[in-house]
């Protein structure tokens, strides 16, 4: 199914048009003369904006070129590319080695030399057979790096200025070409369709037959798949491969290698190539394609083109209110049978004026397919297809149950639900690099999924771990008390963005006394080296009548010193904590240890209470700026 969708987008996009060449970034020009003296080396840059107003450019990853496909493993010893490949595989570059004559880059030196070897081999070949003067230019340019040992000096100096790196991918620009690589060059085109095809051809003579389970049809089927993808995390920089099979186990039927898979050439090549174009974020039909969170890409695409597609990408990457507020209004967030109510309308009308109609159109359709890697092998995390207008309502949906009142960095009290995915999964971890990677795809799919994909356990439990750490600190992490309420909220439990005094769960109401606690000792002592938030937050959370009785009775010896001090504050504290005494009444307090679920409600309440209580000074002061303000400007 998943190549399926894939090799659909391949051919919906036009990226089987060219078999022999595939779009790639070249960082880096040679220059040579027409008799191939070097002219230096140029720094190609991609001319791809933004994709969001307002974003910052993307790293350079050099101009989109066609670059030949590969005609053999890439990570074959010896292996070149024609025309275009790494600098290490073109040039005798050594500056990137920590000592090039050291026993430790011998094996390094080697490699890199079978490699070379290989290149201008195939240069010799393709300027041979055309007699090109472009590729005569870089055949005698190849020569005098065997010859002139001040060429490779100047070369690696040349490199090492620019900051160049070994994996950079480079080609040659004639002179006489007025800048242009050789890469877009006809003849070298045209030259390099026919080897392609010819290589092509003796694998398919040379291999097995049978039905392509993407097609359909009965077709040869290649032992290895002809493209490595780049840009997976985790995977080897040269690429890495979604469907392999390295050992005899895993074959059958006398096949060899991924003839097993039963994918034919053409199918391979689409869906390598659909992969690598949404990875780049190259497609003209969902400009926005990739979300990558930690070690995983989330890549997003639609059946048909949508930009709605790109702006469920930003929601999740980068959500701001203009952005939610974009998928709100989308008329498909209105509910999943909006489009096929308006689809059966212009059918019942076609059938009354007599215009011929090809029936209702199925609706559009969203695919998130979540991948990572490992070393040479893709790993597939998790696949989504839904229809376009399901996911949108449940996206919806996700950020109104992600609503949670949050301190601004200047002390206001506001609601906020536009956390990205990231900053999400951040929160259940110490530090990003602690976040279990199966928590990505889990929120992922609980966006676009909605009810239908419920949050694990482990989710609510590793934000509770975190909260029990950080008592200490004046507020929670606002996106994991975000995250907890969803998970609440998806299993159909009441609660709300802010104080919800009238809520009566035990677990919640003692939440509120803790932050009411602290703020009593607060308002008696000042501050103190450890509050008791810092003592008690761990065992009151997790098993509250153990130390109720205790911090009811360390309250209300504060509330006695205060009325000593202020009675007046000492009466408003007594009055609110008598009122949310009330809501537990005393054969109501949980007794033995609580579920994470009841764990969750006490985190909530605390979180609120305090939020309120910063609400609370922030009118204060506001109401005092305005008496104050009114005393010195009376006319105004």
């Known amino acids: 199914m998943i190549l399926q969708r894939l090799y659909e987008l391949a051919v919906r996009e036009q990226l089987l048009d060219d078999p022999a060449f595939e779009k790639l970034g070249v960082k880096i020009s040679i220059n040579i003369s027409d008799a191939g003296e070097y002219l230096g080396l140029s720094e190609l840059i991609g001319t791809s904006s933004p994709r969001v107003p307002g974003a910052k450019a993307p790293l350079n990853r050099g101009m989109e070129l066609p670059v030949p496909v590969a005609h053999g493993s890439p990570n074959s010893a010896g292996f070149a590319r024609f025309f275009a490949d790494t600098l290490s595989r073109v040039l005798p570059i050594s500056f990137d080695l920590d000592d090039p004559e050291g026993p430790g880059s011998v094996s390094e030196r ?26 005569r230019a870089v055949q005698a340019f190849g020569r005098q790096l065997v010859n002139d040992a001040d060429v490779s000096s100047r070369i690696n ?39 392609y095809e010819s290589e092509r051809r003796k694998k398919v003579e040379a291999g097995a037959v049978g039905v392509c389970q993407v097609i359909g049809e009965v077709v040869p089927l290649p032992t290895t798949h002809p493209m ?117 309308a212009a059918l019942i009308g076609s059938a009354h004026s007599g215009k011929k109609t090809s029936g209702p159109k199925e609706p559009n359709r969203l695919y998130c397919l979540a991948l990572s890697a490992n070393a040479a092998r893709a790993i597939v995390r998790d696949y989504l297809d839904v229809p376009l207008n399901e996911a949108t309502t449940n996206l919806v949906r996700w950020f109104a149950e992600l ?37 990505y795809p889990l929120l992922f799919s609980a966006a676009l999924r909605g009810p239908a994909a419920p949050l694990p356990d482990s989710i609510l439990v590793a934000c509770l771990r975190r909260n029990g750490a950080e008592a200490s600190q004046v507020l929670f992490n606002s996106p994991r008390m975000a995250l907890i309420k969803l998970f609440l909220l998806r299993r159909n439990q009441l609660v709300t963005a802010a104080l919800d005094e009238a809520n009566t769960n035990p677990a919640y109401v003692c939440g509120r006394l803790l932050a009411i606690f602290e703020e009593i000792q607060y308002a008696a002592l000042g501050n103190v080296n450890a509050g008791v938030g810092d003592k008690f937050y761990g065992i009151f959370s997790a098993t509250p009548s153990m130390v109720f009785g205790r911090l009811v009775d360390n309250a209300n010896k504060h509330l006695r010193k205060i009325r000593g001090e202020n009675p007046g504050a000492s009466f408003a504290l007594r009055k609110r904590l008598a009122r949310v005494m009330e809501l537990i009444p005393p054969n109501k ?4 240890v609580l579920p994470p679920l009841e764990q969750g409600f006490f985190a909530l309440g605390y979180y609120h209470q305090l939020n309120d209580k910063i609400q609370g000074i922030n009118e204060r002061k506001a109401a005092a700026a305005m008496i104050s303000d009114s005393v010195e400007n009376p006319d105004s």
């Open 110 to 135: 080697e490699k890199r030399a079978r490699s070379r070897a290989t290149f201008w081999s195939q240069i010799d070949q393709a300027a041979e057979s055309t007699d090109d003067p472009a590729l």
């Open 589 to 592: 307090l949980p007794t033995g």
């Open 403 to 439: 609503a949670i009142v949050r301190r601004e960095s200047k002390g206001a009290i506001s609601t906020s639900s536009a956390f990205p995915l990231w900053l999400l999964a951040a929160a259940t971890a110490r530090t990003a690099d602690d976040v279990n990677p199966d928590f």
């Open 157 to 195: 100096a040349d490199a090492s200025s620019m900051g160049a790196t070994a994996a950079d991918r480079c080609t040659f620009a004639w002179d006489d070409d007025g800048g242009t690589t050789i890469l877009e060059r006809e003849q070298v085109k045209s030259f390099y369709r026919s080897f």
């Open 228 to 344: 490595k993808i780049q840009g997976i995390p985790g995977g080897m920089p040269t690429g890495v491969s979604l469907v392999s099979y390295d050992k005899d186990a895993f074959q059958s039927y006398g096949l060899d290698g991924t003839a097993n898979a039963g994918v034919g050439y053409r199918a391979a090549d689409g869906y390598c190539r659909a992969l690598t174009a949404l990875l780049q974020q190259t497609l003209e039909g969902n400009p926005k394609s990739c979300l990558r969170v930690g070690k995983t890409a989330f890549l997003i695409w639609t059946r048909d083109p949508d930009d709605l597609a790109s702006g469920i990408v930003r929601s999740l990457t980068d959500p701001t209110v203009d952005s939610i507020e974009a998928i709100k209004v989308d008329p498909r967030a209105a509910g999943k049978g909006r489009d096929e109510i308006h689809r059966a």
